[in-house]
């Protein structure tokens, strides 16, 4: 009986042992990774700015170009918005309020919303094509 658990034993640590040699990291070559494949962690501001960008795209805001912006370091979120020439004042001043509320929603959704800071840069078709900052 002794013998049987003895070669029991012996199965046992060698199965964990072929099983950590295929798990353990450092046992085995790793193959190279992609830089597409490579593990990566947004930080707060830059998922808030992805999640926002992509909610507010279901609204037609008429716009040439929206989107938001993390500023690292700040707390910050800058809304970019770039407008037709010929878009009446008060229909971007709407999407602006609009596009603003999605940005909190998110943010409030996550509890986020007590230290977050927006901002705004908004201007029109010409003045980007100009290169005016």
């Known amino acids: 009986m002794g013998r049987c ?29 992609a830089e597409g494949d490579k593990f990566y962690i947004p930080t707060r501001l830059e998922w808030l700015a992805l999640e926002a960008t ?6 037609d805001f008429n716009l040439a170009n929206a989107r938001f912006r993390p500023d690292a370091g700040t707390n910050t979120v800058t809304l970019l918005v770039t407008y037709l020439d010929d ?4 229909k971007l001043d709407r999407s ?4 603003r509320r999605v940005l909190y929603a998110v ?12 901002r705004e840069t908004v ?7 100009k290169g005016q900052p």
């Open 107 to 118: 943010a409030k959704t996550k509890g986020w919303d007590g230290w977050l800071k927006t």
């Open 54 to 59: 992509a909610s507010a795209a279901q609204y």
């Open 5 to 33: 658990k003895l070669i029991l034993m012996f199965c046992v640590a060698v199965g964990i042992g072929a099983g950590l040699a295929t798990y353990c990291p450092s046992a085995t070559p790793q193959k190279e990774i």
């Open 87 to 90: 878009m009446p004042h008060a």
């Open 96 to 99: 602006l309020v609009i596009m």
């Open 123 to 129: 201007r029109s078709i010409t003045e980007v094509r």
